[in-house]
């Protein structure tokens, strides 16, 4: 919800009592209720920076004077300021917390909603076993025009997903490093034990950490395969989904309320094999353009 906000004014005295002054002004807001901002305004003698706190339309701000004079650093520091300053605080402060926050009330909303969500669970697998023999049907109707296939599709936290792929990197990495050290000792003998030890325990305190990372992403809780129900809507070669909430549609379902969710589809179309992530109310018509953008992998190449 981050908004920036920048202006510059430049003060000019009448009737030649006073000196010019320019100031410039940053603000961003975080919330509907909190806007953090910055002004810096350089007259001849004095640089002066206030910083500001708008919230819920009740503003406090605190004007501090520097003496710069007329130098070069008074005006660089007026210009970049404002900049450098609100995004220190954006990247180190605020973001982090409005994310935590987030994922708390996120989790709290499933928590609430847990027996909702396996009640809509239930009713998409139903659907999908209903479904399922129509489904084999279009697709032997696509293959014998080199059609719309859909090989794998998911709906949900789409970050959630690539955390857990990450995570399981590691680990893949962490296991193969751990399996090259024991054949290198197996042909060889290492006289430095005790730096061995303190490898391997390194590598085991990680391995734990990662193991507890990776149970926290429990597929079920944050996403669904949705490669049937997309399937069922394709016809003649075509798969069009109208700008709308995708949780409305047979075999699909909400498997985290409050989280951003992204649908991924993986389709093959004329012997190419392509790949396409909407979000979760975009319109979505397939297939596209066949442009490298969405091109996973052409076999004529």
């Not at 006289?191 to 061995?196: I, K, L, M, W």
Request: overall charge negative; hydrophobic content about 35%; some cysteine.
């Amino acid at each position: 919800m981050s908004k920036d906000k920048i202006r510059i004014s430049v003060d000019t005295p009448l009737m030649g009592h006073g000196q010019p002054s320019v100031s410039l002004e940053h603000s961003r807001r975080f919330t509907r209720s909190l806007t953090l901002g910055l002004k810096t305004q350089w007259e001849m003698g004095a640089l002066i920076i206030s910083p500001s706190i708008d919230y819920y339309d009740h503003c406090f701000q605190i004007p501090i004077v520097m003496d710069y004079g007329a130098s070069l650093a008074g005006m660089v520091l007026c210009g970049l300021g404002p900049f450098v300053i609100t995004g220190i605080l954006s990247r180190h402060w605020f973001e982090p917390t409005r994310d935590l926050q987030k994922r708390r009330k996120a989790a709290a909303l499933r928590t609430q909603q847990a027996a909702r969500i396996a009640q809509m669970k239930d009713a998409a697998s139903r659907d999908v076993q209903l479904m399922f023999y129509s489904v084999q049907g279009i697709i032997r109707a696509e293959n014998a025009r080199s059609g719309l296939i859909i090989t794998r599709a998911i709906f949900g936290n789409l970050a959630l997903e690539e955390k857990r792929l990450a995570c399981q990197k590691r680990l893949h990495d962490l296991h193969e490093r751990r399996q090259a050290r024991e054949n290198k000792l197996s042909e060889q003998q290492d006289n430095d034990s005790d730096n061995d030890d303190e490898w391997e325990d390194d590598d085991e305190e990680l391995e734990v950490a990662l193991t507890a990372e990776a149970a926290e992403y429990v597929q079920d809780s944050y996403m669904v395969d949705v490669t049937v129900p997309l399937q069922n809507l394709v016809v003649d070669g075509r798969l069009t989904m109208l700008k709308a909430s995708k949780t409305h549609i047979e075999g699909f379902y909400d498997p985290c309320p409050g989280d951003r969710k992204h649908l991924q589809i993986e389709y093959t179309f004329g012997n190419r094999h392509m790949s396409v992530t909407q979000k979760e109310s975009a319109p979505i018509q397939l297939p596209l353009l066949l442009s490298s953008a969405h091109l996973v992998h052409d076999p004529t190449e």
